[in-house]
């Protein structure tokens, strides 16, 4: 093979998103809404109605999915769960998601119009982050709250978090977990060995961007705390159409640990973040928790082969 065809070759082989025929995968609306200072404690206490159905095992999407835009226009406004509201702040974004799946990878795509957002300056890098959390099936949290899995009331920026910098963690990991949040008391360590070893960890990938920049991939994971991977194996492609935005996140199915093995026949439940006017940590938007799954079968989300 000459220089010219392998170069060509190499160019095709690292930008595969861009070459998908993205016009034939199915679309699925995803409402990103704004959520407030809500934590898991939150939705776990007497302060919310719907709370002896989580206890019991229901998921947040059973009683409200469909009310996402509702329920970020009465935090947004500050009525509930939101001490210091933004004026003029969007309510919820609407995103079209479709998956697929090409050359041994995963691609996960958002189009969605992020309205007029006031700058918060709390991000002076990235106007924007497009943030998606996946689950194997190991962590019932997930499949029942999504994002909620991990947020907590004494994170940072959160009602009991003071000025500490504690970030997302999952409540297994914690000894003395309570309506305040869990603290930094951890479980023994060959408990958290024990976890670790068998997947009880929430992943992310994570696009970063700004209007005439290349997108900057991350990836991490969630489980005493929130690491991001030095060289993750994610890879993120951003453009951008007037006020839309069209965000590729993309993976190899099989990646090393602490990332998941992405397979035929097992469901995977994820939730969508996006945090747009400059902001870190508050004031984002998320999804409710949605099921995903390679080739068939019954989920929210299905990535295609292409």
């Not at 079209?96 to 991000?123: C, I, T, W, Y």
């Not at 199915?253 to 998941?260: M, Q």
Request: proline content about 6%; hydrophobic content about 40%.
């Amino acid at each position: 093979m000459n220089r010219t065809a392998l170069a060509t070759l190499m160019v095709f082989a690292t930008t595969p998103a861009l070459a998908l025929d993205w016009g034939s995968v199915p679309a699925k609306e995803v409402a990103l809404f704004y959520p407030g200072q809500s934590s898991l404690e939150w939705v776990l206490s007497g302060d919310h109605g719907g709370a002896p159905k989580v206890k019991n095992g229901k998921a947040c999407k059973e009683c409200h999915l469909s009310e996402e835009k509702d329920m970020g226009a009465t935090l947004v406004n500050g009525s509930k769960n939101e001490p210091a509201p933004i004026a003029a702040k969007p309510a919820f974004i609407p995103a079209m998601v479709k998956v697929a799946q090409e050359g041994g990878k995963l691609h996960v795509r958002l189009e969605f119009k992020e309205g007029a957002q006031p700058n918060s300056k709390m991000d002076p890098d990235f106007a924007t982050k497009v943030t998606m959390m996946l689950d194997d099936g190991k962590l019932p949290e997930a499949a029942q709250a999504g994002c909620w899995g991990t947020c907590h009331e004494d994170a940072a920026k959160m009602p009991a978090g003071g000025a500490g910098e504690r970030t997302k963690y999952l409540n297994r990991t914690r000894a003395k977990p309570g309506r305040q949040g869990a603290g930094d008391e951890l479980v023994a360590a060959a408990e958290l060995e024990k976890m670790q070893a068998s997947g009880q960890l929430m992943e992310y990938w994570q696009a970063r961007i700004k209007p005439g920049a290349a997108a900057v991939a991350a990836g991490g994971t969630i489980f005493d705390k929130r690491v991001e991977v030095k060289n993750a194996p994610v890879t993120a492609e951003a453009t951008q159409a007037g006020d839309t935005w069209t965000v590729t996140l993309s993976r190899p199915l099989a990646a090393p640990a602490p990332f998941k093995a992405i397979e035929a026949g097992k469901t995977y439940n994820v939730g969508f973040a996006i945090h747009a006017g400059h902001t870190a940590r508050r004031f984002h938007y998320v999804s409710l928790e949605h099921s995903l799954v390679l080739d068939k079968g019954d989920a929210d989300l299905i990535a295609v082969k292409k």
